[in-house]
């Protein structure tokens, strides 16, 4: 079966700090992955999605920045965090139809 | 260009009454139709999906959807609510051929004792 993981769960940060949060995907091949970030726990907003190796479209021109090293790999990154930039950061992967999340990590921008 | 929403931000229903989370959609074209719950602090969930035939749908932990496209509606209901349903729950929305979902802004919905 399928699993999908991101790390870290929780993170606090300064301004002006760099970030780096990780994706995996266990049990698919090639999957279509997605990078999207939920503030106040409510709506969801698409932030990267990837259909392949380095292969990156951005929904939301802003402080972030996303790769695909590799197949099952996703990494959102930042120079330089903003306050703005806190929140609840969810990675999921698509197969044929329905997309599946992953835990979630939970940034706070000090 | 493809919508969704979720007219109510908040639903209160009394455990072991029925419960239904509204949810309509513009898209143009086909749309395929998913519902998800988050509980505290967690990822999305799947709980089920609407892509073609019965309009009916059945899900994850007893939950059902019905598609109704003259309405462009896909309300989630299940019979008997219990208080470990209480949640937030989202509707969305993909077109054929779109790798995206569009997501509506969610409904928190609360199971009274």
């Known amino acids: 079966s399928q699993t999908i993981h991101q790390w870290p769960a929780t993170l606090v940060q300064p301004v002006g700090s760099p970030l780096s949060l990780e994706c995996t995907v266990e049990?698919?091949?090639?999957?279509?992955l997605y990078w999207y970030r939920q503030a106040a726990g409510r709506g969801l907003q698409l932030l990267f999605y990837?259909?392949?190796?380095?292969?990156i479209s951005s929904e939301v021109p802003q402080n972030l920045s996303a790769s695909r090293p590799q197949d099952r790999q996703f990494i959102l990154s930042s120079k330089k965090l903003l306050l703005s930039d806190s929140g609840f950061y969810l990675c999921?992967?698509?197969?044929?139809?329905?997309?599946?999340f992953g835990p979630g990590t939970r940034l706070t921008v000090t | 260009a493809q919508s969704v929403a979720q007219p109510e931000d908040q639903v209160n229903v009394a455990e072991g009454n029925p419960l239904t989370v509204k949810c309509t959609y513009s898209?143009?074209?086909?749309?395929?139709l998913f519902w998800y719950v988050q509980y505290p602090n967690r990822g999305l969930q799947f709980l089920l999906k609407y892509i073609t035939g019965d309009n009916l749908v059945k899900g994850s932990y007893g939950f059902e959807a019905e598609f109704n496209k003259s309405q462009t509606s896909f309300h989630l209901k299940k019979p008997s609510a219990l208080v470990s349903d209480s949640a937030l729950y989202f509707c969305a929305v993909r077109v054929t051929g779109a790798n995206n979902l569009f997501f509506g802004t969610g409904t928190r919905l609360t199971v009274i004792p």
């Open positions: 990837s259909v392949g190796i380095g292969q």
């Open positions: 049990g698919t091949s090639n999957p279509n």
């Open positions: 898209v143009s074209g086909n749309p395929y």
């Open positions: 999921a992967w698509s197969g044929w139809a329905e997309q599946y």
